[in-house]
Structures are given as structure tokens and as C-alpha cells.
């Protein structure tokens, strides 16, 4: 079955401390990406990687760090500089369709900083 | 203002009603998407489309690139059919900008 996993589901953190959020996909893709979903708006950028070993920064790229050394994985960190972290964390990942890039979607990270 | 508006915010409908959701943008695109977030929070691609209109069993996606508007039909609405509907266009690469939502809901 191709698809995109997260772990966890749920995840708690004190304040203060780094956490890792896993994102992997066995879809063959090249690009993948993190976004944050807060309540009553639409989804945030993180961070995004069209390639191994390469990502940029989205539209909200403070607090967090990323890397990219396998096609199949893209870890998230969420570093204790982010001054908001309790949100939930979705990753992605795409393909170039006819018609424009369709992305496909993990069932999220829900993190709560306690 | 958004680059990508949705209206309503909220919709409650009975089961068996037509629906409509509103999505209107300001840039340039490639091409708009209309995704389903379940209340677990999972996230499925319904529609991806360009020009003109698609169909895939009761949702209807259509597209008007001289007025920037989109419109996503449920016809003959059902209680599964709650969720948040988002809207989103792909204009920077393989980049995506998103709506806020809009949250569905279909009492029996």
C-alpha cells in the first residue's frame, strides 16, 4: 500500500524541549513538505524539499529545521525557538499530474506543548 | 487579504440539499485543487482542475480563470459528506496556497 505515514499521532512536549515529527512515503516522490495547520486558518508552509539533500524555507520556517538525506523521509523539528508550537502538523508529498502538481497528504502530527 | 478567499465559513445543510462552496483567488495559477479534511484530520485530494468543469460521483468542481472563481457542488448531500472543504491554488512551482475552509456540516 503506497502512502505517506506520520508518527506519532498524537505527541506531548514540555516547553523548552526539541521534538521530532517522522514523515515517510514509499510513493516514489520527489518533493516533500511540511505544513502547519492552526485553528480557523488555512494551511502554513514550513518547509519544503523538491530533492534529496536540498529544502527551503516556506512561509514559516522560524523554530523549525528540516532534512532531507532520504528520498523517503523528511523529519521535522521543532526547535524550542518556535514560540507557538501547539498546532497540528501535516507533511505531503507530490507528482507532477497532467494538468499541475498533485499532492498527497499524511494523516498529521497533532503536537501539544505543555 | 488571502490570495485564496472560501465562502461560507460554515455550512449546515440537511441531508438530500444541493451545496455549493465558493472559492475565489487573486493571482495567476496553474492550476486550483479542492481537498476534504476528515475529523481525524487526514486530508484527500477531490479535485484538481485547470478549466472548465469536472465530475466524479455526486461532486461537481468548476472553474472560471477570467473571474479567478471556483465553485465545489455536493448534490444530494449526506451526513458523511461533513468536513472541512479547502480550496487551494498551485501558482509557484509545485508550491500550494490555501484557503481557510469551510466546515460542512450535513444533519440527517
Known amino acids: 500500500d503506497g502512502g505517506i505515514t506520520q508518527s506519532p499521532k498524537y505527541l506531548f512536549r514540555k516547553e523548552g524541549q526539541n521534538v521530532t515529527l517522522s514523515c515517510e512515503q514509499n510513493?516514489?516522490?520527489?518533493?516533500m513538505y511540511w505544513y502547519r495547520q492552526d485553528p480557523g486558518q488555512g494551511l502554513r508552509l514550513i518547509y519544503y524539499?523538491?530533492?534529496?539533500?536540498?529544502?527551503q524555507k516556506g512561509d514559516i520556517a522560524e523554530g523549525y529545521s528540516v532534512s532531507r538525506e532520504k528520498k523517503e523521509s523528511f523529519p521535522l523539528t521543532v526547535t524550542s525557538a518556535q514560540k507557538n508550537p501547539t498546532a497540528f502538523y501535516l507533511c505531503?508529498?507530490?507528482?507532477?499530474?497532467?494538468?499541475?502538481?498533485?499532492?498527497?497528504f499524511g494523516p498529521g502530527t497533532r503536537l501539544t506543548v505543555l | 487579504k488571502n490570495e485564496v478567499e472560501q465562502s461560507p465559513q460554515n455550512l449546515t445543510a440537511q441531508e438530500g440539499e444541493f451545496i455549493t462552496i465558493n472559492c475565489s483567488y487573486s493571482?495567476?495559477?496553474?492550476?486550483l485543487h479542492w481537498l476534504q479534511q476528515h475529523p481525524g484530520g487526514g486530508i484527500v485530494s477531490l479535485f484538481m482542475?485547470?478549466?472548465g468543469k469536472k465530475k466524479h460521483g455526486r461532486l461537481i468542481a468548476t472553474i472560471n480563470i477570467q473571474e479567478k472563481h471556483s465553485s465545489l457542488h455536493i448534490t444530494a448531500s449526506h451526513p458523511r459528506d461533513s468536513a472541512v472543504y479547502i480550496c487551494?491554488?498551485?501558482?509557484?512551482?509545485?508550491?500550494?496556497?490555501f484557503g481557510e475552509g469551510t466546515q460542512l456540516t450535513v444533519n440527517p
Open positions: 493571482v495567476g495559477i496553474s492550476a
Open positions: 487551494a491554488v498551485s501558482s509557484r512551482g509545485s508550491r500550494l496556497t
Open positions: 505531503a508529498s507530490s507528482i507532477m499530474a497532467s494538468g499541475g502538481v498533485e499532492q498527497f
Open positions: 482542475l485547470s478549466s
Open positions: 524539499s523538491q530533492i534529496v539533500n536540498d529544502f
Open positions: 510513493l516514489n516522490h520527489d518533493a
